[in-house]
């Protein structure tokens, strides 16, 4: 009987040791923080990924020089444009932004062609039209094929002393040069609808030329495309009734450039109100839902040559801005 009771005794004591060592907690999980004892889950491989990249909404896709499968949008380029709002900037259309084919109508001397080879020299191949009707010798200069049928006006203060193919330029871009009047049946046939991604209009800047050019051009452009010409400003006239087109930039002084090339020192720059209102006329008639836009102009040499480029390709005899639209 002794015996049973103390055995009943031990397992009693043995059974309440055993309950306060599981109750047990150490100091320092008790002082430490609460995860540190919570039991965390291992998910699987494929949880883990998707938690560790949880769905979200994409991110836009950045287009630049590295990337320009996809040409940029109107959007796009007038972000670009509001930040940098000369007419030199149109170079970075080709450059960054997928544009592919474009046109510069009244090359003259061919300076600001030359800029867009420079400036695009080092992108996947691309097309860029010149049509000048009465080349001089310093385009020849720059691009000989540009003499080689007919007459050529003799300019010898602006000649290079190297071609473009000698300076290495052009080896990217197919250049085509045509020696027509921009209005020209003939010329123009030789392009398909929405063919060109941006024509820049720089020849005759009379009201007539530059209304039939807009008309002619229009259908040649894709869809997004650009239209552009330059001086686009006059004396104050009052504006049309189009979208964009109530704030005409006044025409400025000549440059430096103009006036060491024979224009009068101090002299305002002749009014190009002509320009103006056939861009105006072009779109209160035919396109009242597209909106107008233009340059500044407000470069220097110092910005330019921040950027790459050269001032001595860019300026001309005036400061006067360009317009632009967007094709829809």
Not at 4 to 16: E, H, N, Q, S
Not at 74 to 97: E, K, N, T
Not at 162 to 169: A, F, I, T, V
């Amino acid at each position: 009987m002794v015996r049973v009771v103390w055995y009943v005794f031990l397992v009693g004591i043995f059974a309440l040791l055993g309950s306060m060592v599981n109750s047990y907690t150490p100091w320092f999980s008790a002082c430490g923080p609460e995860t540190s004892t919570q039991e965390i889950a291992v998910p699987d491989s494929r949880e883990a990924s998707q938690n560790a990249n949880p769905p979200t909404k994409p991110m836009p896709k950045i287009r630049n020089q590295m990337d320009s499968s996809m040409p940029w949008s109107p959007s796009d380029v007038l972000a670009f444009m509001q930040r940098h709002p000369q007419r030199a900037y149109f170079s970075r259309l080709i450059r960054d932004g997928g544009f592919r084919v474009g046109m510069e109508v009244g090359v003259a001397d061919g300076r600001f062609s030359e800029h867009f080879l420079t400036d695009c020299a080092n992108i996947q191949p691309w097309t860029w039209h010149m049509v000048e009707p009465f080349p001089n010798s310093a385009l020849v200069s720059r691009l000989p094929n540009a003499g080689a049928s007919g007459q050529i006006t003799h300019v010898p203060e602006h000649h290079l002393t190297k071609s473009w193919g000698e300076r290495g330029l052009g080896s990217n871009v197919q250049i085509h040069f045509h020696r027509h009047f921009s209005t020209n049946g003939d010329f123009l046939q030789q392009f398909a609808p929405e063919s060109l991604d941006f024509v820049y209009l720089d020849g005759a800047h009379d009201y007539a030329n530059v209304k039939k050019e807009l008309f002619d051009f229009w259908p040649l452009v894709r869809k997004d495309g650009i239209l552009a010409g330059h001086d686009y400003c006059n004396y104050g006239e009052t504006p049309l009734g189009c979208q964009g087109c109530e704030n005409v930039p006044s025409c400025q002084p000549y440059t430096e450039y103009g006036v060491s090339h024979g224009k009068p020192k101090r002299a305002r720059a002749a009014n190009e109100a002509g320009v103006v209102q056939a861009v105006h006329e072009f779109l209160v008639e035919k396109h009242p839902d597209v909106v107008l836009h233009h340059t500044l102009e407000n470069f220097t040499r110092e910005s330019l040559a921040f950027d790459g480029m050269d001032y001595d390709l860019i300026i001309t005899n005036t400061r006067n801005p360009s317009w632009f639209f967007f094709k829809q």
